[in-house]
């Protein structure tokens, strides 16, 4: 498996590169993972923090030829150096619309595409982890960046009210229908069994879900409480991010109409049947 350490550019296919940036941590595992895609003409996905040295790097590796910035969401370890990177190239930013003080040129959905003369890349909006999430298909490699929708080596966290449980199952759903040969993640390695990560995603949220609402039938009718008896396999240092997601969880099962609620921090209860 090629190695992700910061600073060196890294060839996965014909057509991509990847350059690892120097932002290691408990959300973003190794670091987040920017891709160049196209040898004459590049696309740069996900430019990740504004760090001066990454920055340097990635326009070293392509310099004038890049000429798009695609990000897949707007959190803080991929869309800040956007910037930095079209100052340094003169490419076009493009990503679902300006939030989070991320400005792009050009607000892109589901379904565009980017037209290079060796390559094509298409928009795939994907809400869950983030509203304004788009995965892109590349579609002469059949490789999908994932941004922070799929992960190597962790789940995804799923924050409302931005993160949307329902929405995230949907998508990873409509992912498996789109003959995809690999995913390139916005953290962690290259996925090479695409289709058997998103089901081991899928298995696992279920899972959690029924979990989750045998905790309720077992009295637990906090989000506290969830995440004490559910979440056990995990670190209790991570406790307060499985908060959210089980908060996630509780608002999918209550627009199902399978309980009651609404706040992170208020009472829960199982719907009566
Ligand atoms: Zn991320």
Not at 137 to 145: D, G, I
Request: hydrophobic share 40%; with cysteine; charged share 25%.
């Amino acid at each position: 498996m090629a190695d992700l350490t910061p600073g060196v550019a890294c060839a996965l296919s014909p057509l991509v590169r990847r350059v690892l940036a120097p932002n290691p941590g408990v959300m973003t595992g190794p670091g987040t993972n920017t891709y160049l895609v196209g040898i004459d003409e590049i696309a740069v996905i996900d430019p990740g923090p504004d760090d001066a040295d990454h920055l340097d790097t990635v326009a070293s590796c392509g310099g004038d030829r890049i000429r798009w910035i695609l990000v897949t969401h707007t959190h803080n370890d991929h869309s800040p150096g956007a910037a930095g990177l079209k100052a340094r190239t003169g490419a076009t930013v493009m990503g679902f619309g300006a939030r989070d003080d991320f400005e792009p040129d050009e607000a892109v959905g589901d379904g565009f595409r980017v037209e290079a003369t060796e390559f094509r890349l298409r928009a795939v909006h994907t809400p869950g982890h983030a509203s304004n999430h788009l995965c892109y298909l590349l579609e002469q490699e059949r490789m999908l960046f994932s941004g922070d929708h799929i992960m190597q080596g962790s789940t995804v966290v799923i924050a409302p009210p931005d993160g949307d449980m329902g929405a995230y199952l949907e998508a990873l759903q409509r992912l498996k229908t789109l003959g995809i040969k690999s995913i390139a993640p916005g953290h962690g390695h290259l996925i090479e069994d695409p289709l058997a990560k998103i089901d081991e995603y899928l298995t696992h949220r279920g899972e959690r879900e029924m979990a989750i609402l045998r905790a309720m039938e077992d009295g637990a009718g906090t989000v506290d409480a969830v995440v004490e008896r559910v979440y056990v396999d995990v670190p209790e240092e991570l406790h307060p991010i499985a908060r959210y997601s089980v908060h996630a969880h509780l608002l999918k099962l209550s627009f199902e109409g399978k309980v009651q609620g609404v706040d992170l921090d208020g009472e829960w209860s199982l719907a009566a049947r």
